[in-house]
């Protein structure tokens, strides 16, 4: 799946009757991880919204038993809405002398660094600027302010992790889309329960008509 060009939309089926291991849930699970922004629909004869279903942040969920023409709408509100949407906030970094405005949406994580922070890459980031990482002048609090508004939380005190990049988390422990591993401090366990909470609700609802 990685090796797949950029996806807009997905449209996938929740079972899979062919298959023991896998279903739409561990599919939506797994294109999560290399696709975060992408538009995610549910399209199956089940109907029920459980936490898994909102963990993948569906964009519409169609019944298979509604008209072509309902269907088609849903379709069609899709297309409209890639067309309206609208690129998120850069952020200024560097790498050497040379100063990038960088795509919050490129970011995973951003971490303290005496002063400053390392700003760490998605794997298509990566490859663009060639790096790892890139560095902001900002201090970590200046970023917090900056970036919560778009779904950057701390679960440390020393990194924000951006939440779209989120593959997987237990108690303790994040896993990033570029399978990256965090700790969550356990003073910092109540809130980013309650950050992820609300980006998956924010985000679901805003997709809705």
Not at 3 to 30: C, H
Not at 70 to 90: C, G, H, M, V, Y
Not at 178 to 192: G, V
């Amino acid at each position: 799946m990685k090796k797949l060009p950029k996806i807009d939309v997905l449209l996938l089926d929740i079972q899979f009757p062919n298959s023991n291991t896998i279903n739409g849930y561990t599919a939506a699970e797994m294109f999560r991880k290399y696709f975060s922004n992408s538009l995610l629909i549910f399209c199956s004869g089940i109907y029920d919204i459980t936490p898994d279903v909102l963990l993948h942040t569906p964009f519409r969920y169609i019944k298979k038993e509604l008209s072509d023409d309902k269907i088609a709408n849903t379709l069609s509100e899709t297309i409209q809405f890639l067309k309206t949407r609208q690129p998120d906030l850069d952020l200024l970094v560097y790498q050497g002398r040379n100063s990038i405005n960088l795509p919050i949406d490129d970011i995973t994580y951003i971490a303290r660094n005496r002063g400053y922070c390392n700003v760490f890459l998605t794997k298509d980031a990566c490859k663009k600027y060639n790096a790892s990482h890139l560095v902001s002048k900002q201090s970590l609090p200046e970023l917090q302010d900056l970036l919560s508004p778009y779904h950057f939380s701390l679960p440390h005190n020393s990194y924000l992790v951006n939440l779209k990049h989120i593959w997987k988390s237990n108690y303790n422990i994040i896993t990033l889309s570029d399978e990256t591993e965090l700790n969550i401090s356990r003073s910092k366990i109540k809130q980013f329960k309650t950050d992820i909470l609300e980006y998956s609700t924010e985000k679901y609802k805003s997709q809705r008509p």
